[in-house]
């Protein structure tokens, strides 16, 4: 049986189940909404650093989707982020049999991701694209919401977001996918500026405007968020941004700061 290996935990996030659970734990301590959600999500964005940057984030869109009760009907948690380390023309979808994490291996939907691959022209299988992050931190929460359901995880590179909208089209089609897209925002800005760049990216998403997103937004993962926002627009589902942060809030370093943020995309 073949599996897609972790490379990140006991970096990005812990290596050891009690840890991670620990640290969702106390993320779901210390939360409160500043307005009741009304989206039953059938997507959501969510950031991929180190947990102890961007996982209480993370962290509020799952708690939140699981709550709707909505996994009893999902089947599969389609993960969609961008390559950091390997440059790929297009995207690849892992056609392994299980993907690991510490607190426990998820099925990988083989099947599927091979009947994907088969549709879209832009989908191979590169192994070395899946030695990422960005898809990989959202693994432990996948497993930790939603046991039970199986993963297709995709990593794209240089794509047009046009393409990818269209399979994201046909993803939303089935009832029993959950969509996940992992991003970041803006890098390595001072906090001013990291704000101000951000709150295009964030007003774009609440506003459904994909013109918005070029005036300033530089999300790592814009291609994969302007491909779900187009989706939005074109099936008619809404957009709630639950949260938003800067590295500042751990690092206290206010020269050099990365910004995140997670919102719910639903019905």
Known sequence: MTQRKTVVAGS?????????????????????????????????????????YSGFTANLAYNLSSSF??????????????????????ASIALYDEFETPIGNIKIDKEYSLKLKEKYNFLHFEEELHFEHSTETQAPFVKNYFDGLEIIEIVYGKLDFNELSLLIDYLLEDEDNFIIISTDLSHFYSQDEAKKLDNICLKAIIEKNLEMFEQGCEACGKIGVKAIIKSAIKKDLKTQLLHYCTSFDVTKDDKSVVGYTSALIGV
């Open 12 to 52: 990005f996030y812990p290596n050891s189940k009690e840890e991670i659970l620990a640290f969702i734990d106390n993320f779901n301590k210390s939360f409160k909404l500043e307005k009741p959600i009304d989206i039953k999500p059938k997507a959501v964005i969510v950031p991929h650093a180190g947990y102890v």
């Open 69 to 90: 009760s909505l996994d009893k009907n999902f089947k599969r948690a389609i993960v969609i982020g961008p390559s950091h380390r390997t440059y790929i023309n297009g």
